[in-house]
């Protein structure tokens, strides 16, 4: 590839030797090497140590974003039945009796479930990449609405709404987790679209 | 006897060797060791930005760019060519994609039938500072190109691959480049250099 530290101009073929030409090449690398005009090394340095952090932080995370996209892939098929209020609940289904009414332990399973994706949620937050706008409205937007299933548990009654609240609260902070680790994602799957020409 | 300022080994210049044990601890990821290899090409690397381009805050761009380029890519780096021409290729990649990216559709279109000018070379008697005048007045592509083919040492083919245009452009800048500094360095043709769009014409 190519090497010209050596500048040997006069072999190469394609040049035909004009004196005035060969004088202009003089008079330009005889122009004097000039400095930026402050000290460009602090911030080069900053941004390859931020560059590290993140880079660490994917490598963190992507494990614990394969994971929960298949939670999410799994989950989806539940996730996406409309939500039932109280007010619209079956009557068949209540008078089934307690078939419907899902057990303690399985709203136990979900409240521990969710603590968890709200830990993971949070160290995303603390040590994450930066969101862009778009993506900040988005957070907020999904923060908006677990506020209000957290608004919602609080007054529910029924433990099958109490059960589809805090699914709903997981499926919630699951988004906003993905959310979070969409700057990675984007940030792997750019295609280096200069690469060919830095090679040697 | 003329001396090649590209032959003399200063730390302004790209012509210099690295320590084989520095090249290795930047590709452990030492930043200590970056930091030493910066600084002996950053004054060659701001260089070569600034005359590609012709600004000072592309230039800064540029030198940020490659330089942290250099450092996450140093892996890649092999060790068939010097390191210094491996740094210098990555800030002439990014120069070029800055200059395509903000203003290389700015590129003159004209005429490949220049007449010869057999004339003294005005560039013999200037100064240095008045030929780095001329310099950054030209097109932002035909500065390129020149400097690229004087001082860099690249072919027309060459030069082609990397604007990705044919050769013919690449002869064409060049000549027109040459014949601009020649207008730009006698003080009684003094010629504003006005670019124009692709797709206009432009006679001479």
């Known amino acids: 590839m190519h090497d010209r530290l050596d500048h040997d101009f006069m072999n190469d073929e394609s040049r035909q030797y004009d004196p005035n030409e060969a004088a202009l090449g003089v008079a330009l690398r005889a122009l004097p090497a000039s400095a930026p005009a402050r000290d460009a090394w602090p911030e080069l340095a900053s941004r390859i140590r931020r560059r590290n952090v993140a880079r660490k932080a994917v490598w963190f995370t992507l494990p614990a974003a394969f994971a929960a996209g298949m939670a999410l892939t799994l989950a989806w098929p539940h996730l996406h039945r409309p939500a039932v209020s109280p007010a619209f609940t079956p009557v068949a289904t209540q008078a089934s009796g307690h078939a419907a009414t899902p057990p303690a332990n399985n709203i136990d399973a979900l409240q521990a479930s969710s603590q968890q994706w709200q830990a993971w949620v949070q160290k995303l937050d603390r040590n994450g990449a930066p969101l862009d706008g778009r993506q900040l409205t988005q957070a907020v937007a999904f923060q908006d609405r677990i506020g209000l299933v957290d608004l919602q548990l609080s007054a529910a009654r029924n433990p099958s709404t109490t059960a589809d609240l805090w699914q709903q609260r997981i499926t919630l902070l699951q988004q906003l987790g993905l959310l979070h680790l969409q700057p990675y994602l984007v940030a792997t799957q750019r295609p280096a679209s200069n690469d060919h020409l830095i090679s040697m | ?204």
């Open chain 2, 1 to 204: 006897m003329l001396v090649h300022p590209c032959s003399v080994d200063t730390p302004t210049n790209f012509q210099q060797t690295v320590d084989p044990d520095l090249i290795a601890r930047l590709q452990r990821g030492e930043l200590a060791a970056f930091e030493l290899i910066y600084r002996r090409f950053e004054r060659a690397a701001w260089t070569l930005a600034l005359r590609l381009t012709g600004r000072a805050d592309v230039a800064q761009e540029v030198l940020q760019d490659s330089m942290l380029k250099a450092f996450e890519r140093a892996r890649q780096y092999r060790g068939d060519a010097p390191f210094a021409a491996w740094l210098r290729k990555l800030v002439v990649n990014e120069a070029l994609m800055q200059l395509r990216h903000d203003r290389l559709h700015v590129i003159e279109v004209f005429d490949d039938t220049l007449a010869v000018d057999e004339s003294p070379a005005p560039w013999m008697q200037a100064d240095a500072a008045t030929v780095e005048r001329a310099l950054h007045r030209l097109p932002d592509a035909a500065r390129a190109v020149l400097w690229l083919y004087h001082v860099e040492g690249y072919t027309h083919v060459e030069i082609a691959e990397q604007f990705g245009r044919s050769v013919s452009f690449s002869k064409s800048q060049l000549a027109r480049a040459t014949k601009r500094m020649r207008e730009l360095l006698q003080p009684q043709l003094q010629v504003e250099v006005t670019p124009c769009t692709i797709g206009s014409t432009t006679t001479s």
